[in-house]
């Protein structure tokens, strides 16, 4: 049987206009109470929302989302479309940024059914939450990063939780567009082969 070809993927990363209150108590915890906190430079929070399966050019993607308040509120938020690898994400290159999301909790089925009654087209919307971290220069970025993101029994992490989360670390280069489903863990009791 022939291989299934990859449906593309098209990426939104959504960030409050104004100062947002996570990401400053973030990153006040880190840098008051956390050693890998101590060169921590900035930090910031976005959503990320990938969309799976659209026959539509990506222009056509953005503007359908931007016509949404499925996925962001343009009055306080903005929103960065990204269709190929190749392009740039809303993030300095000093930033390592790290990827969470509820395991298993993902997808997001209002939005899909939404994309299907608006444009009978079914498509596969997944959300995380994207924090970009900025270091001292010289910093072992992905190292802190990790530090700063795991936390759990023994661990010291601020961003995500182990027992329900799943984080990634992307640092010094740009994340992949299927970047919430690239490399899941199979679900309990599924076999894979």
Request: proline share 7%.
């Amino acid at each position: 049987m022939p291989a299934t070809p990859k449906r593309p993927v098209i990426q939104a990363f959504v960030e409050l206009r104004a100062e947002d209150p996570e990401a400053t108590s973030a990153f006040t915890v880190a840098r008051e109470r956390l050693a890998a906190g101590l060169a921590l430079q900035g930090l910031r929070r976005m959503r990320l929302f990938e969309i799976a399966g659209s026959d539509l050019p990506a222009s056509a993607v953005a503007e359908r989302m931007h016509a949404s308040s499925q996925f962001y509120n343009p009055v306080k938020e903005r929103c960065v479309v990204r269709a190929s690898a190749s392009e740039a994400v809303p993030a300095r290159d000093d930033e390592a940024l790290v990827l969470v999301f509820e395991r298993g909790g993902e997808r997001r089925p209002g939005a899909e059914r939404w994309w299907r009654h608006v444009g009978d087209e079914k498509v596969e919307v997944r959300e995380g939450v994207v924090w970009a971290l900025a270091f001292t220069p010289g910093a072992d970025a992905r190292a802190l990063a990790e530090a700063l993101a795991a936390s759990g029994p023994g661990a010291t992490g601020l961003l995500a939780n182990v027992h329900v989360e799943e984080h990634r670390i992307c640092a010094a280069d740009r994340p992949p567009l299927d970047w919430i489903t690239r490399g899941r863990a199979p679900r309990r009791g599924r076999r894979t082969t």
